[in-house]
């Protein structure tokens, strides 16, 4: 009966670890260009967000180096005029900054330093509530000039803690077969 209550416990504690990895990817934001004022202009962070899909729950890290950039998120007419007078909640100034998205829908993050918004230090992403389904009212990001080649490393996920915790449950359920 012991055996059998274990068993029980182990598959309830790796059914919500398979639900944490599934709702919760760390997306290193722009990749290799990190959180910086981009040569491309804001086109650079336009295609580093097309080819990725933001969920509730995803964590955007903006790589950047203290009192050199901030990040803010801000309203879309804030982005669109690159301003800060009406941020969504503080601004985080030292880097590197995690940010969970908490809602669906669109989100948009500005560097409120100098012109770096002007020089395309912004980000535009859509996020669904569950993985797999459309964010609400999704539309393609607007772009501004010449798309450079898009830059699909950079990010990281929860996938490898799940798979070093994943493997250790299955040592220990192994261990009570044997």
Not at 18 to 47: F, I, K, L, N, R
């Amino acid at each position: 009966m012991a055996r059998l209550m274990s068993m029980a416990v182990i598959g309830v504690v790796m059914a919500a670890m398979m639900h944490y990895s599934a709702a919760q990817t760390a997306h290193e934001v722009g990749g290799t260009t990190e959180w910086t004022v981009p040569t491309g202009g804001a086109a650079t962070y336009t295609s580093w967000a097309s080819g990725r899909q933001f969920v509730v729950g995803d964590i955007l890290v903006f790589n950047f180096q203290t009192n050199n950039h901030d990040v803010a998120e801000v309203s879309k007419e804030s982005f669109d005029a690159c301003t800060f007078s009406s941020t969504i909640g503080n601004i985080i100034t030292t880097g590197p900054a995690n940010i969970t998205i908490t809602s669906a829908g669109s989100h948009y993050y500005i560097c409120t330093i100098g012109r770096h918004c002007a020089g395309g230090q912004k980000l535009e992403i859509s996020a669904s509530a569950t993985p797999g389904a459309s964010p609400p009212g999704a539309s393609p990001p607007s772009s501004t000039g010449t798309t450079p080649p898009s830059t699909q490393g950079g990010d990281s996920s929860s996938s490898i803690l799940f798979a070093s915790v994943f493997v250790s449950l299955m040592s220990l359920v192994v261990s009570f077969f044997l």
